[in-house]
C-alpha cells in the first residue's frame, strides 16, 4: 500500500518565525489533503491541492502539490500561539479512493 | 449544517462490555469511514463504507463492526471492549466535487 512520510514529527518554535513541513509518497497522488487537529478536537480540513505545481494559500498558510506528485508541503508564516496543534497530510492516489495519512507534526509555538 | 457529529464524546467501559459509537453526517456524502488515534499515533482506519450499503476493512478492523445504516448514518460497535482499544476514535465522511474529507469531533473511549 501507499506510505506517507511526514517530516518533521515536532517542532518547537518562536512566535513570529516562518514554519515549513513536508510530506512525501512512495506513490504518485491525484489529491493532497492538509489538516489541523488542536488538542481535543477532531482534524480540520485547512487546504486541498488537486494539481501537480498548485500552490494555494489560506491565511498565513501556504500549500504546494509537488511536480512530481509525490510531495507535498505546507508553510505557515509569521507563526502565533493558536498554530499550536497537529498538522497532518493526507494524499490520495485516484477519485474515489481512500486516503492515506501521514504520522503527524506536532507544532509548539513559544509565546 | 451541523457536518459530521458524534456520540457519545466520552465513555468509559469495563473490559468485555459492549457498546455502539454513532456517527451522522448532513452532507449528502457517499463514503464514511471510522479512525482511531492513539497518542503519539497518526490515524488509523478501522473500517469504511464507499456508499450506503456497503463496508469495507480498514487497517485495524479486529474487535469492530460496523452498519451503515443509511446514507446518513455510519455506526462502530465494539462487541467485548478490551484495554487495547482505549482511544480516540474519529468518524469522517468524503463527498462533494471535490472529494474533500471532514471529521467529526470524536469520542473519547476508556476501557478499563
Known amino acids: 500500500g501507499q506510505q506517507l512520510n511526514q517530516s518533521p514529527q515536532s517542532m518547537f518554535i518562536q512566535e513570529g518565525e516562518d514554519v515549513s513541513m513536508n510530506c512525501t509518497s512512495s506513490?504518485?497522488?491525484?489529491?493532497w489533503l492538509w489538516y489541523k487537529q488542536d488538542p481535543g478536537e477532531g482534524p480540520v480540513l485547512l487546504i486541498a491541492?488537486?494539481?501537480?505545481?498548485e500552490l494555494t494559500s489560506n491565511g498565513r498558510l501556504t500549500a504546494q502539490f509537488g511536480i512530481t506528485r509525490k510531495d507535498s508541503f505546507l508553510n505557515i508564516s509569521a507563526s502565533i500561539p493558536s498554530d499550536v496543534g497537529i498538522y497532518f497530510c493526507?494524499?490520495?492516489?485516484?477519485?474515489?479512493?481512500?486516503?492515506?495519512f501521514g504520522e503527524g507534526t506536532q507544532l509548539t509555538v513559544n509565546p | 449544517n451541523a457536518g459530521v457529529t458524534q456520540t457519545p464524546k466520552f465513555q468509559v467501559l469495563k473490559t468485555g462490555q459492549s457498546m455502539t459509537l454513532q456517527c451522522a453526517q448532513d452532507?449528502?456524502?457517499?463514503?464514511m469511514y471510522w479512525y482511531r488515534q492513539d497518542p503519539g499515533m497518526g490515524l488509523r482506519l478501522i473500517y469504511y463504507s464507499a456508499s450506503e450499503g456497503t463496508t469495507d476493512k480498514g487497517e485495524v478492523p479486529n474487535g469492530y463492526n460496523v452498519s451503515r445504516l443509511n446514507k446518513r448514518e455510519f455506526s462502530l460497535r465494539l462487541e467485548s471492549a478490551a484495554p487495547s482499544q482505549t482511544s480516540v476514535y474519529f468518524c469522517a465522511s468524503t463527498g462533494g466535487h471535490r472529494d474533500e474529507q471532514f471529521f467529526g469531533p470524536g469520542t473519547r473511549l476508556t476501557v478499563l
Open positions: 452532507m449528502n456524502h457517499n463514503s
Open positions: 506513490s504518485i497522488f491525484n489529491t
Open positions: 493526507a494524499g490520495r492516489i485516484a477519485s474515489g479512493s481512500r486516503l492515506t
Open positions: 491541492l488537486y494539481k501537480a505545481g
